[in-house]
Structures are given as C-alpha cells and as structure tokens.
C-alpha cells in the first residue's frame, strides 16, 4: 500500500495571506489527524477527522480550519498567515481513529511564512 | 491533561554501546503509549506502541520499551546501538476516553552515536 502522501512538500508564503495543504491517507484508512511541529512547541495535535466530521480539535486559534472529504482525503487551511505559523505540518492516518491505534504519518509540509 | 516529559533533550552513545531513552507520562488512567523515530525531513515512524497485556513491548530496529505502572514510565532501550539509529526519538500518549485521533507528545530526544 501506498503510505500517507502530502502536497506540497514545501510551501512559502508572507504574513496575510491564506494556505491549503492536502493530504491523502493510506488506502481504506479513514481517520486523519494534523499535527504542527515547530522547534519551540514541538509536535502539537491541531485536529482529527473521521467520515468527514472533525471528532477532535487541539488549542489552535480559529485562523486553523480543515475538513475531510468522502474519499477520506483531507485539507487543512490556514488563514490570515502569521510568521509563527512557519512549521512542519503533519498529517497521519489511521484505519477507524479508534483509542490505541497507530497512527501513520506522512513526510510533512514544511511552511515558511515571510 | 494528558502530558508526557522526555528527560535528557539529548542523548549520546558509542556504537555498541546501550540506548536509553526515557519518557514519563501523567494520567489518571494508564494511556496507550507509543514511540516514534523521525530522520531529517521525514515524517515519524512507528517504532513500538503499548495498548494492554505485555509491558515489555519489541518494536522494530531491535527496540523495545517496558510499561511501568508504578513508576508512570515507558523508557526505550537498544541493547547496542548503530549508527543509523542517530535521529530524534518521541514518546506520545492517546489518553483514552474521548481523544481519538490525538497523540499527546514528548519534547523529542535527539539520539547522537558516535563511531
């Protein structure tokens, strides 16, 4: 199987603007969490999907949104971009999201906020 | 809340020599525990994880973490280690209840081997 895939790898933006990053889990998998990773904060839970509905949402200002489609890919959209908003974002995936279930992670998009 | 501590931000060792890499976690309720290993500019891989039953779990790479209630630890060791094992090591926690999908982390440990 393929492994959990993100778009795009690297990504710059300036303060202001708008971003979408896109993941697609492992086949068959439908739970997707995000997570962001900074030197400074480490690895923080930003929120997790499953059948399209967000089931858990980390201590993330509002600017941080997502959603997750039929397909079970899912997106996650930063607004209003500040320059502490410049990370690696994390998306993993897992087959039903259930306690205690490994969660497999894809390679990451690493933003640079200008 | 679920939190996690990693003692030691950073940890240095001889090949050969043994790997020790400490993680604590705070719950009321012993979570399912888990270790991850990520390499420079790629994503975390799974290298034990601890649900019920067992305490001492076999992970892959020749790891293996030991589940200690009484002590709220779950501590990864390598009894001798390799080169390629140098990477940053995470200790996380899901805490149960309703945290699905979410993987409480450690700070990370930076593994250092040294010919």
């Known amino acids: 199987k393929a492994g959990v895939t993100q778009t795009p790898r690297y990504l710059i933006k300036t303060r202001g603007q708008q971003v979408t990053l896109s993941c697609s889990p492992i086949?068959?998998?439908?739970?997707v969490s995000w997570y962001q990773q900074t030197p400074g904060q480490g690895l923080q839970f930003l929120f997790e999907?499953?059948?399209?509905?967000?089931?858990n949402k980390g201590n993330f200002p509002g600017r941080f949104s997502g959603r997750q489609f039929s397909n079970s890919r899912s997106e996650m959209n930063v607004s209003t971009l500040e320059l502490g908003d410049s990370a690696l974002y994390l998306c993993?995936?897992?087959?039903?999201?259930?306690?205690?279930?490994?969660?497999?992670f894809g390679p990451g998009t690493r933003l640079t906020v200008l | 809340a679920q939190s996690v501590t990693q003692l030691g931000s950073h940890v240095s060792v001889s090949e050969g020599a043994l790997v020790l890499l400490r993680c604590n976690y705070s719950?009321?309720?012993?979570?399912?525990l888990f270790w991850y290993v990520q390499y420079p500019n790629q994503g975390l891989q799974l290298l034990l994880k601890?649900?019920?039953?067992?305490?001492l779990v076999k992970g892959i790479n020749g790891f293996e973490a030991e589940f200690k209630k009484s002590e709220t630890s779950f501590h990864l060791t390598k009894p001798s280690a390799h080169m390629s094992d140098a990477a940053e090591y995470f200790c996380?926690?899901?805490?149960?209840?309703?945290?699905?999908?979410?993987?409480?982390f450690g700070q990370g440990t930076i593994l250092t081997v040294h010919p």
């Open positions: 993993a995936s897992s087959p039903e999201g259930t306690l205690g279930n490994e969660q497999f």
């Open positions: 086949s068959g998998h439908r739970s």
């Open positions: 999907y499953f059948s399209e509905t967000q089931r």
């Open positions: 719950s009321s309720v012993p979570p399912y």
């Open positions: 601890y649900t019920t039953g067992a305490t």
């Open positions: 996380a926690a899901n805490a149960g209840g309703t945290s699905y999908g979410k993987l409480t």
